[in-house]
Structure formats: C-alpha cells, structure tokens
C-alpha cells in the first residue's frame, strides 16, 4: 500500500481552511494512488492553540471540522485533532483519529504532554489512559502523537515522564509506527530528531512514519521536514523543509503466514477476525535534500515566519525603519523574501547625529531590495521635544533620555505609516541587544514583529553575508557589514561604547541563556570574570523590556518570549564565585 | 501551646531578606510566648518564582537560605521552600519544611500543582508521593500546600486531580491540619477561601491553620488574610488583609489517654515512642475585621501591588500623565496612597483639542493630591510630526493616525520623564479600553506597571467614589467624575461615539471573559447581538496591542496578562446564532 505524509501548513483557529486543505491534499493522495494520508498533530485545530482551548466554541468547531472530513475525505486518513470526553468534567485530549469509510475508527490521545519551554500542555489536556494500535489494510499501527516519542533514556529522566508510550505500543506487537508531530524548528534540530526516531526505529525494530508540521504560528516556525524510517533506522523518504509538502512511501507487506499461530490473545482482542503478520513491512519513498547549515536554516525558518505571521494576521504590507545598520538590512531583506519587494516600504529617518554613509547605505539597500524608499528626518521632532521639556529637565544634563527621545520618535513615524496605510511595522532588533536591554522601549523596540530577535549579533551578520552569497551580489550594501556597530544616537557613538565586543557578549549570551550556564561555568570557559557579571546582570535587569516587547520568532532552543517566563520585581543575582576586579 | 502564623511580604529571589524576615517574626513570636511559627508557601524563594526555579543557583540559594533558617530559628517554624531530589534528575518539589532544634525534622511536598490561569507548577515540580502528619508536642498536625486543600467535589471534576491530599492525610488521624498558601486576591476570593476551608474542617472533623502570603509580585496581589478555623468550621482566627501580621492561636490539647490503645501500628511509626492522643484540640484566637466590600478590597489591593512593584523593582517615585480624566485621577490618587504624595509627579499634556476644563480637572486633581504637577502642551510635537508625515501621506486624509500620534508623544514625554529622573511610568488604562483596543500601543499604554487594567470602567468610578467617600471630600475632583468620558483626540470626541455605553461594554466583557460565556449566552443576558457580536470581534482582534502592555495588577478572576495566553495569527470567531441585524 501507499501512504501519504501530508505535510501541511495550518492557521491557529482557521478550521475551515484548515479541513479544507485536508481534503484538498487527500484528494491529491489519492490521485497519485494513495492508500492512507497522514496529517500533522493538531491540524485540525491548527498548533499551538493555546488559551482557545478554553473555550466550547472552539473545541464544538474542531469536532464538527473531524464530522466534515469523516464525511469527505478521498482516502482514509490519520488527523490530529482537539477529542473530548464529556463525561469526565469535558476533559480534553491532544488526538488523532483514524478516519476510514466515513467513520472515525479509533482515537489515540497524546501521553507525553510538554510543559515546560514554550510548551503548556498540562494546562489544557489529559493523558492518553490506552496505547492500542489500529489495524488498516492487514498492517498494525501504532499511532503517537510528537512527544509521545521523545523517550530517549536522558530525555525521560530530565522531563520525569513515568510512561513510555512506544514501549506500551510495541508489546502489542505493531508493524509500523506513526508520530503526528509540531515540532518547533530551531537550530539543529533537525538532526535530533532524525537521531531520535532512528535510535527508535532501531529499539522497536519498528519503522516510523514521522509527519511534522510546517508553518509559522505567531512565534514558533515548524520546520516540515516529515520523513519515514525503517526499522533499521535507515531514512526512507524526506520531504521538504519549510513548505508545504505530499510525500510518499510504499510500505509492502511481506507476509509470514507461519507467524499466524504466533498471535496471541491480546491481538486477536485488538483487531477481532483478523491476523496479524509478523514481518516487518518494507518502505519505499524518495528523499527530498536540503541544508543542514544553520545559517540557511535560519534564514528560510524566519521568511517563513515573517510571511505566515503576516499572511495570518491578514497584512499584505510591512515597514521597516532603516538605519543603513545591519539589524534593519537583514530583517527588510527577509521581508521582501517573504512577501516580496512591491510589499516592503523601508524608510530612513536619520537625526543629526546620523552619518551621511549610514543614509547612503539605507538607500543603497532600498534600490539593491527594490523596495519603495522614503527618507523622514526626525530633527524637526527632536527640537520639538527639547522645547517642550525644556522646563520640567531644567539644568540637568543631555543624557540617554534624548537618545530614547530619538528612537521614541523613529518608531512613532513607522506606527503612523502603518496605522496610516495598514503596514505590518517589522521591528528590526537583536537578540544581543533584547538581552542586555541595548534598545529603546516603545523606540526601536516598536513593531507587530520581530523578525530578528532570537538572532545573536554575530548571527546576523552570518545571515547578511549568506544572503548575498546568495545573490551572488552585495544586497547588502558591504559598508553596512564592514562598519562598526553603532546606533547613532551621539556623535561618534558605537556599540562597543557601551557593551562588551559582540563575539564575547554572544557567547556569554549563548552560555547563560541558552545553555543555562552558571557564571562559573561561563567564566571557566574564558571570559572575565567582570565581563560575565556584567552581562548577566544586565540580561537579568532588562526583563521588564522584554515584557512588553514585539513577538519575535524562535528560532534558537531558547529565546526570550513565550518560553521564557521570568519575574520583574525580583532580587535574585547569580553571582560568580570569582570575584570581579576592576570596570567590566 | 501557642502557633504563630507568620504573614510575610517576601520578595522573589531576595532570599537573604527573606529569610531575616522570617528570623525576625520568629523572634517575636518567641516573645510571645509563642511555641511554633508558620510561614507561607515558598516563604524562602519568595512567590511565583516562574523560571528562576530553572536555575540550579537559584535552587541551591533557597537550600542555603532553609539551612540559616535551621541554623538560627528562634522557635521551630514551618516554611515553605523549594526542595530537589538530586537522585531523580534535579526533580523539584514545592514544599514546607519542618524545622525544630536546629534540624529538618519533616518534609512535606505539594501534591497538588495548579497549572491554569496564572499558575504554571506543573512546569516546575513533582507532585508529592507521601503525606505523613508530623508530631509537634504531642499533636499529630497534616501539613498541606496550597491547592492541595482545593479539593471540593466540583473543583476536582473540573481540575482533574486524581488525588485529594486531605483524604490520604486524614487517613493518618492528625489532630490539626496547617496550609500555608499563596493565594492571589482576587474579588470576592477571601468569601471562597472561608467557605472552602469551612467544607474542608467539617468533612475531615478537624481544625486547620490556614496562613497565606501577603504582597504584590508583578501581577499578583497576595491579601493576607490567615485564619484559623476549628473542626466545626468556626472562624477561631484571622490576620489583617493586604498586610503583614503575626497570628498568634492557643492550641489546647484536650487529652482523653484511653485513646492510647487506639494507636496502630501506622501511627506508631511516624512517631515512634510517642502517643497520638486522639480527642480534637481546642483553638481559640483573635479576630480581626474587614471589610468584604469589593471596592474596598480593590482598592487596597491596588494600593499593595503598585507599592511592592516600585519598591520590589527599586523607584522611589512615580509620573503618571494626567489627562482630567477618571483613569488618570484614580491611578494617581492609588499611587499617592500607595508611595506618598511626595513621590508622584503628575504631568497634564493638553493638545489643542483639550478643552480647558481637562486641564483644570487634572490640575485640581493635583492640588487634591498634593503632588508635583507640570503643564506640557504636545503641539509643538504634533506640528513636527505633520510636517515629517506631510511627504508620505500626501492626499490621504486625516485619521485615527494623528490621533495615535498625539497619545504616543505623551507616551514619550512620561518616558523622558522616567528616563531624566528615575520615575517609574504608572500607565492608566483601564480592562474594558484593554479588552477592545481603545486604546494606543506605545501611546496611553506606555508604562512599568499598568495600575488600574484589571477594572473595567465601571470599577474605575466605584473606586474613584469610594476613594471621595473615604477621604470625606473629592480628592477626585466630581467634574472627573461627572463629565462623559473622552480620550480627547479629536473635537469633541466621545469615548461613546466608538464604544457601546461603558455599562453594557463591561457587562459583556464580564460575561465573555471572566465567566467565559458564549455569544448566545451572553445575549440572553439581554445584550443585542449586533453590540455583543461586536465587542467579542473587537476584543479577539486587540490580543496584539495586549501582548506588548505593562504588566497590570491582577484583581479580578480573569484578567489579562500571565494567565490570559491567546494566540494571536489566528483565526477563531465566536459567532452568535442568533444573526446581528444592522450596525452594532
């Protein structure tokens, strides 16, 4: 038989559409002869749903969406889905079912229910109480559902999880497994989860049908990339990464009958009438390639996300203020992949204090994008400030709040133009300065989008040199990667002015943030002790900044937002042992 | 004996304040003769300590801070901290030690682990896998955390916990049940905390000790209000609401020794050597009253968080900008209240389309207060932006754009305020603006701490005639009060020519968040369905704008904020049945 991976692209609550696309991909299955399709977790309600399942309304429309492709589905299908159990309080279960002949055959709810990260789904959903697997075309199934299979030895220890669902599944004896996943993309982690289901296709001496998600949903980018496994943890087929993908794999029983008198009772329960063959199936498919290079991950994980978060908020246009630094290159250069030229509006708007190359090199990245270009200096508002605060900050001195002042004006211009003309404001900071608050609130911080955020200085000048590598061409402009970092906000000013050189600050950044590193630990790996101290108190201190920053698109295994839950009003320093001498 | 119950204001991470804090009580309760002194949930980490719970050094400091606890303790004490089994991969647990004569003599960890509205506990700890009572002075007392007493029929059906702690407890025959809680306030919660802990004494035919946390951290207030209560559900005790307090309740142990023979074996165990005496202890205690009004506790409530944010985050003084408004004249005053007229600064920011009595509204306002109160007229900010803006909107006529820009240049002067002077900025917006949008994303929402988001409009004026009633004359002036609401955008603009009448918009927006209702429950409350359909579309529809406001102090039962976790490229609308007929 065929089976399909329908590897789908859904919208958080769009469930017509979302049902809609099941059938139209079921009907392209079965067109090129498909015997079943496979369809992400959650698709029908669309991942990650979060406080939605709060709501009746919400999981009443789920359910009528599985009632309309029970009704009119093309082939028979496994789908993700919102399931119900009325009886117990309207309990809710993370589900798939098994939809065959216009009627919905078996359920297998979700076990493993992720909490932590950017995960929350002991907040919504029960555990699955049953592990049975299904019985289609004379092959037993066991079905899971995405971390159902995230049972590797470490991974079970570090997330205290008391089951294993395989391990209930595989002693009923299953021909083949099938994991319905979202799993967010970050950096590598397609890697992991190829090691993961190889080491338990291997375990099993099962093969696995592993159908992600693919799409941007507010900050989470899924990746795509389903791909099939034999038992011998070998790769059968891929399908491709950050689009919307139909893939097959042949899966060809080889019959034993001498493993009839094999079947025990507990079988013979499962799938009455029936006889289970023994022998493994053998699968066929094709591999789609791509790059395994983090920086053309990253680059495709966050023009996907800008163009569905986007195409889903219901915006054809974005805005983006241009500096002519390096933050804002990217990010417009990653608008007009998204959504393409005609749809990005850049707009310098340079004080006093900007440098004629900084404009230079705005409009040089305006015509080398082809994007509309508008130059809006903001000295006119500057000096309208300083007049009307001239009293109240009466002999005191010019200080950061003039160069707020500055940011505070540029990010209300972007705010006009897009209140003014419906333009998505893409903002355009990184996650160095998000970290230790190198940005102004309500200033360059303004925007419904960060499309940067989770990228590392250093990491953004990777994506800028690929991305004219790329082009075989200077997109962006060379002197906006060579210069030094510098905000401009007083004369001669430069980042390095007031942070540690990036690639130090990076690293600090990775080690504390991502790696959760103690300062110690961080310290042992070279930096000064002053220098981390320093870091670490000011990624601690600026937490009320990122409060209320733009949502900004993760791509690493730990970025700031949604998973990354840190109190305001708190007193708590990690401190190094080693105590710190001198200035950082 | 005599048990203290020790209602602290701890602050999140500050681990060495809190445990000189609890260092300090103890001593006092050992003047008073007092033999045993309870403090509140994670008393040592301070509570919601979210995701510092993710550092082992955060960790690590709450076992060294239990430890001086042990060390220097002047009577033994029950404590709330977080414990680790380093065996099961750094498990952890919420829990309470009990420490006596210098030693942890019991553990007992929380079983039950909220993870709904504000609560994330399953993203943290371990349930318990004991409850033994501990035997202090010949009372056998059942030590529970928490929600493990929230254990009502209709709670656990809809919670799902598998497990009633209080069951296993009694099981054990304790002679006097002790909580120690971190409860949120929320209106009307102090009434179902009673009632609860009344059901729980009477099922089980025993007293309990119930000690909360008091205090703001970020969102959450905490209100005090411990209490005792005996095995017929008799108020015996009870603490002053939103501050600290030492409880003292007498214990009298009534012994009936026949009941020696009646020891099993079970109870032999947990305390060898020693016999449980098994006739009810006698309570008796003080009473102190408050008031069950909710404008009264609001406010209080309000007073509390906005002080424990600005000293809990270090400002001494806050600006607030005040249009004339009632908004802007309640979170002053709450401010006054809350840090002293001292430190509040109030700046009015007329635009020419202020009329004159705003500004003599907000300026009475001030003089009312008593606090420093400055004039900046923003037209010297809203001609520069026109003459910025003039190129780009060419031919495109005037808008809610102008009007943004006159909110987002308040915005920038409270924040050059704040950055100038050290001032924290209090946003004044209220939840029912918040709920549909009426307001401007880095304009009237700029802010550290939004005092008043949580108050649909309504409460803003209960609050503001309440605060005139207690004060025995119009702190806030009745012009503020009286005159039909306006953001004075535009000539003669009314809040109503936008919204539904505030009295209907707030009925809705009660029904739809807090209670969660559908559309066509909500109408048959009597709302039409054209102005329910609309406030439901606009309150979906704003979830961008909520995700980058000030975090605002929880008051009610649904507020938004850290428990309100909604997608936003999403797709869902609750649609009434019943068709909207003509324009809402």
């Not at 669309?46 to 009704?71: T, W």
């Not at 991502?514 to 601690?540: A, F, S, T």
Request: proline letters at 5%.
């Amino acid at each position: 038989m065929k089976i399909a991976l329908g590897q789908i692209n859904t919208t958080v609550g769009d469930i017509t559409a979302n049902v809609e696309k099941m059938l139209d991909f079921a009907n392209r299955a079965k067109t090129a002869k498909a015997d079943l399709i496979v369809f992400p977790e959650l698709a029908v309600a669309g991942y990650p749903p979060l406080d939605l399942l709060l709501k009746d309304s919400f999981i009443q429309a789920n359910l009528e969406g599985v009632h309309r492709l029970k009704e009119r589905l093309a082939i028979p299908a496994i789908v993700g889905f919102v399931d119900i159990n009325p009886g117990k309080g309207k309990h809710l279960y993370n589900a798939c079912a098994f939809i065959e002949d216009g009627a919905i055959k078996a359920v297998q709810h979700k076990t493993l229910l992720p909490t932590y990260d950017v995960f929350d789904e002991d907040r919504y959903f029960q555990p699955a109480s049953q592990h049975t697997p299904i019985l289609f075309k004379d092959v037993n199934i066991g079905l899971s559902i995405c971390e159902d299979i995230w049972t590797r030895g470490d991974i079970l220890e570090k997330l205290s999880y008391q089951i294993d669902p395989l391990q209930l599944l595989s002693e009923k004896k299953p021909q083949l497994l099938i994991n319905i996943s979202a799993s967010p993309f970050a950096v590598g982690k397609e890697h992991i989860r190829q090691e993961l289901v190889k080491e338990q296709t291997r375990r099993h001496k099962l093969p696995m049908i592993y159908v992600n998600s693919v799409g941007g949903n507010d900050q989470l980018i899924f990746d795509g990339r389903s791909f099939v496994m034999n038992e011998r943890g070998e790769l059968i087929a891929m399908g491709k990464a950050f689009e919307e993908d139909l893939i097959f794999v042949d899966v060809e029983l080889a019959a034993h009958e001498e493993s009839f008198k094999s079947a025990n009772e507990a079988e013979a329960k499962i799938a009455p009438g029936k006889v289970r063959k023994e022998t493994a199936v053998k699968l066929t498919g094709t591999i789609e390639e791509f790059s395994a290079d983090r920086t053309v991950n990253t680059l495709a994980a966050l023009v996907l996300g800008t163009r569905d978060y986007m195409r889903k908020c219901g915006f054809q246009k974005a805005v983006i203020g241009l500096s002519g630094g390096i933050d804002s290159a990217v990010t417009a250069a990653i608008a007009v992949k998204s959504v393409g030229k005609e749809n990005v509006m850049g707009i310098a708007m340079p004080s006093p204090f900007s440098s004629q190359h900084s404009i230079d090199d705005a409009r040089e990245l305006a015509e080398s994008l082809g994007i509309e270009f508008h130059i809006i200096p903001i000295e006119p508002a500057m000096k309208a400030y300083d007049t009307m605060l001239a009293d109240l900050f009466q002999g005191r001195e010019r200080d950061v709040t003039e160069e707020n002042i500055q940011a505070r004006i540029r990010g209300a211009i972007l705010m006009a133009a897009s209140n003014k003309m419906g333009h998505l404001v893409l903002a355009t900071g990184n996650k160095s300065e998000l970290a230790v608050g190198y940005c102004t609130l309500y200033g360059d911080m303004c925007g419904g989008l960060a499309v940067i955020s989770d990228l590392p200085k250093m990491m953004v000048y990777d994506v800028a040199r690929y991305i004219n590598e790329e082009a075989g061409k200077a997109i962006i402009p060379v002197s906006t990667i060579d210069k030094p970092p510098s905000a401009e906000l007083r004369p001669n000013q430069l980042d390095q002015d007031s942070l540690p050189p990036y690639v130090i600050l990076d690293g600090i950044l990775h080690a504390y943030v991502e790696q959760r590193r103690k300062p110690d630990e961080i310290i042992r790996l070279g930096y000064r002790p002053e220098v981390v101290q320093d870091v670490i108190n000011r990624i601690d201190r600026n937490e009320y900044k990122r409060k209320q920053a733009a949502p900004g698109l993760k791509v690493s295994s730990r970025a700031f937002g949604m998973g990354w839950r840190m109190p305001i009003a708190q007193r708590f320093q990690e401190k190094a042992s080693v105590p710190a001498t001198g200035k950082p």
